[in-house]
Every structure is written in structure tokens, then in C-alpha cells.
């Protein structure tokens, strides 16, 4: 199987990561690398909470995740219990991987805001993360209640079943994301799906049904790319393409028989 360049987290992840998808811009993404180190100057006290979050932001934004912690902290000390500023802060300690103090920071958002739909999702991906696919398919659910119209809170509970196997749920919140934004899947890494599977067949399959779903839609390029993904990773009911309703249109384009076609000698036919 041939490595692909990863797609942009945070999300389905942090996908998304999955990825499943924390509440980040769509250019940050998360990977793993050397120890993070501070680059930036140390907050000042005398700077006014909402002076502290922008810059926060903007350390954030340029992937100096540990110096936006630190203004967020110290924001923290004049807005105590501010649920968006432990929501950035819980999203900082996140991208750093440190999981437990991620949680914490989520939880306390949520006790301070019952109602903010962003730290339950985030608290969701902890959990997803540590794959605890139980409890976060709760915390996506309960962002869902709350917002119904994210796009990445419906990625990430699909993630979460089909780290399950649940297929059937993974892919009705797959659909429901692609109904509120068709490009989710292009903006996120795959990474925090990938890195969930147990098996290459469980990727390949996740590939399939990305391409099931785009053909539903209507995206026949897109359907193709995963398509040939899941070709490509050795999907074993790849035959099911010449028989499931969502393909019937792709099915007419010559380009579907080119590349079916051209499948590796090790799928059968």
C-alpha cells in the first residue's frame, strides 16, 4: 500500500483528526514532533484578559500551541471560569497531546456553559482519542443537541462508529456532515480516522464508503479518489460498486470501467 500525503485534522478529528475535528481553523492539523518549546514572549499581567485571549489566538494560529496556553492562563486568572477561554486552552493542551489535562479544561467549560456546543465536541475527540468511542459518541451527541449545524460534530460521531463498526450510524453522520459542508473530508486529515482502525481492510473500507457518499451527492471526481483509495488498499467487497444504488451514475462514466479496470492483481475480481 502506498503512503498518501495527509489531508489538513482537527474536527470528524482533530479528524476528522478526525481526525476527528476539534474546534480549530481548518490549517492547523495535529502531528506528532519534537518536544514543544516556548518561542514566544511571557504573558504580561498587566495586559487585559481579552488582550491576553487575541494573543493566545494568534500564538495558536501559528502552531505555537504551548506560549497560547500560557496567555490563556494567565486570561484565566482575571476571567476565571470563561468557557471559551478553557474551551482554547483545552484545545492547546489537545494539539500538545496531553489528553488528561485537555479533559479537565473541557469539563470545566462545560460546568461553566451548559450550553456551549464546542466543548462538549472537544471533549468528545479527548475521549476518541484515548479510544473511548463510548463515551465520546455521548459528547458528540450532546453537541449535536445543542448544534445541529456543524458539519465536523456529524464527522466525528461518524468516526466514532466506525471505529465501532457501527457502519450503518457512521454512515448516516458521514451523510449528514457531507449535506452541511461537501468539502469536510477534504479539509481534515484522515489521519485521526486512520489512526483509530485496527486493520488496513477497516481503512479500505472507510475509503469505500467516503466514495459511496460522495457519489451520492452527486461529486463524481471525489468519488473516484476514494474510490481508487479503497482499490488501492485492497478493499475486499470492492464488487459491490457494480451493485449499490449510490454509484449508479458513476457507474455510466468512463472513467469508473478505466479504473476498475486497472484494480491490482491482488483484489479479485
Do not use: W
Not at 482575571?78 to 479533559?103: C, D, F, H, P, T
Not at 479537565?104 to 471533549?123: C, Q, V, W
Not at 458528540?140 to 456529524?154: G, T, W
Amino acid at each position: 500500500m502506498r503512503a498518501r500525503p495527509l489531508l489538513s485534522f482537527v474536527a470528524l478529528a482533530l479528524l476528522a483528526c478526525p481526525s476527528v475535528l476539534a474546534q480549530v481553523s481548518p490549517s492547523e492539523q495535529v502531528q506528532i514532533g519534537p518536544p514543544p518549546v516556548r518561542r514566544a514572549e511571557a504573558p504580561t499581567t498587566t495586559a487585559s484578559a481579552e488582550e491576553l485571549e487575541k494573543r493566545g489566538d494568534e500564538l495558536r494560529a501559528e502552531k505555537d500551541y504551548l506560549d497560547a496556553l500560557d496567555y490563556y492562563r494567565v486570561a484565566l486568572k482575571k476571567k476565571s471560569n470563561n468557557a471559551v477561554l478553557l474551551n482554547k486552552a483545552g484545545i492547546s493542551e489537545l494539539l500538545l497531546q496531553r489528553y488528561k489535562e485537555a479533559r479537565k479544561d473541557f469539563e470545566r467549560s462545560i460546568k461553566a456553559d451548559r450550553t456551549y456546543a464546542e466543548a462538549y465536541n472537544n471533549l468528545g475527540v479527548v475521549h476518541y482519542e484515548e479510544r473511548k468511542y463510548g463515551k465520546a459518541i455521548k459528547q458528540y451527541e450532546k453537541a449535536i443537541k445543542l448544534r445541529n449545524d456543524a458539519a465536523s460534530y456529524y464527522s466525528n460521531l461518524g468516526a466514532a462508529y466506525f471505529a465501532t463498526k457501527q457502519f450503518e450510524k457512521a454512515n448516516s453522520a458521514y451523510s449528514q456532515a457531507l449535506q452541511l459542508d461537501p468539502d469536510i473530508f477534504e479539509r481534515v486529515s484522515r489521519a485521526g480516522v486512520s489512526a483509530q482502525l485496527s486493520s488496513p481492510e477497516d481503512r479500505a473500507h472507510f475509503d469505500y464508503v467516503l466514495a459511496k457518499l460522495y457519489a451520492q451527492i452527486g461529486n463524481l471526481d471525489r468519488s473516484l479518489v476514494y474510490l481508487g483509495r479503497a482499490l488501492e488498499e485492497g478493499y475486499k467487497a470492492i464488487d459491490d460498486v457494480y451493485k449499490d444504488a449510490e454509484f449508479a451514475e458513476l457507474r455510466k462514466d468512463p472513467r469508473f470501467t478505466q479504473l476498475m479496470f486497472a484494480r491490482p492483481p491482488a483484489i479479485p475480481q
